[in-house]
């Protein structure tokens, strides 16, 4: 139950230009229908980069720009046109594409869907939801808190099918993999640990 239990990754970059971390905020206009993708990417060295959205399919790129940068931090506003919203219902997800000088590449699936408080009432794209809450631990029969990933999206899918809409992670974030699974399936999730404490899978 100690030790280790989660995988640890070793990066080596082969120069000294590199993404040091990624921000992407999507933010829809006062009638939820287009958006503008909104992205920072914090960078050592000099370099060019470039953001580039492709649609859920993969399709050709949705927005891109590019901009040159001596180190530090790169901001990106792209215009998107009546995107796919993310609901728990229709999880559509987008892909971002991040190049540094044509050879360091990073993904990260992107959601357009907004969340805010409004009227007094939680509301996702405009639309009031309803919470019904459990808490999940990080925790497997066998191995501990080593979850398998399969076992982990077992989890998930049966709370989604006895109607529990949404999560709390019980006091330590989860494995980050749960993120990413939580997007796919139609799980609502913050973007930071404090905003990871409760997950919302119902909209």
Not at 23 to 43: E, M, S, W
Not at 92 to 98: F, K, R
Not at 135 to 164: C, S, T, W
Request: aromatic content about 6%.
């Amino acid at each position: 139950m100690s030790g280790i239990f989660r995988d640890v990754h070793l990066v080596a970059f082969p120069n000294q230009s590199r993404v040091e971390d990624l921000f992407v905020q999507t933010k829809l206009d006062n009638n939820y229908i287009d958006a503008d993708l909104k992205v920072r990417v914090d960078v050592t060295g000099s370099c060019e980069v470039q953001v580039t959205l492709y649609d859920p399919e993969k399709q050709p790129a949705v927005a891109s720009g590019s901009k040159s940068a001596d180190g530090g931090s790169i901001d990106f506003s792209l215009k998107v046109k009546n995107p796919a919203k993310w609901t728990a219902e229709t999880p559509s997800l987008y892909h971002l594409v991040v190049t540094l000088n044509g050879t360091h590449f990073i993904s990260q699936r992107v959601g357009f869907r907004q969340v805010e408080m409004k009227d007094g009432l939680i509301k996702v794209n405009g639309k009031r939801i309803v919470l019904k809450g459990a808490n999940r631990h990080e925790h497997h029969p066998q191995f501990g808190r080593a979850v398998p990933y399969e076992f982990m999206k077992q989890d998930l899918l049966l709370m989604k099918k006895h109607n529990i809409n949404a999560i709390r992670t019980s006091h330590q974030p989860s494995d980050v993999r749960l993120y990413d699974l939580a997007a796919e399936l139609g799980v609502s999730r913050g973007t930071s640990i404090l905003e990871r404490q409760h997950l919302t899978i119902g909209a």
